[in-house]
């Protein structure tokens, strides 16, 4: 059977989605550039919530480290864990990630995040990293008149986070970050 000039088979071999572990990666055939999940590993136990109310903002400093990213990447999505106390947080979630040279920016209303989970933010631009770069996130909650939480964890050995809340710094902590990315060839 033909679809378009491509057998069925082909079809929908060409729409599979292929999920990587060992790479964190997800594998669109049909684009034929994936795009890539990087995690930053924390070490999952003992758990507390970091409140953000409106206006609050919290500061995270960190490096992807070569054996997770071995080639320039651009990075397009931020995506936190986070919690919204029962899906009742208001308002955005305003973010701004930058190397020694550059920032972006994204936000997103947190009428669209769910509570306990993963929340994705796209950014206005993508940001090009190289392994080992030092970058800098801030998250600000905006026009909010319920809190909305950062989930915080101990940092785990060899990816150490600078974390600092409203409150001040908050060493030995790091939050959980994903990083969207396209590789980008050696050139």
């Keep these: 059977m033909k679809l378009r000039g491509q057998s069925v088979e082909e079809s929908n071999i060409k729409s599979i989605l ?22 930053l590993p924390v070490t999952l136990k ?46 955005r979630l305003k973010i701004k990630i930058c190397d020694k040279s550059k920032c972006v920016h994204g936000e997103r209303p947190l009428s669209e995040s769910h509570d306990n989970s993963f929340f994705s933010i796209h950014l206005d631009h993508a940001l090009l990293i190289h392994p080992e770069d030092k970058l800098t996130l801030s998250i600000r909650h905006i026009d909010g008149n319920k809190p909305d939480a950062l989930w915080v964890w101990p940092a785990k050995p060899g990816y150490p986070q600078e974390l600092s809340g409203p409150q001040g710094p908050l060493p030995g902590k790091a939050i959980r970050i994903a990083l969207k990315y396209q590789p980008q060839e050696h050139k």
């Design 18 to 39: 292929v999920y990587c572990p060992d790479l964190r990666a997800t594998i669109e055939n049909n684009k034929f550039s994936p795009s890539v999940d990087l995690m």
């Design 46 to 91: 003992h758990n507390i919530p970091l409140p953000l109310d409106d206006g609050q903002k919290a500061t995270v400093m960190f490096s992807v480290p070569k054996r997770q990213l071995d080639l320039p990447a651009q990075i397009s999505t931020v995506s936190l864990y986070q919690g919204n106390y029962g899906n009742t947080a208001t308002g």
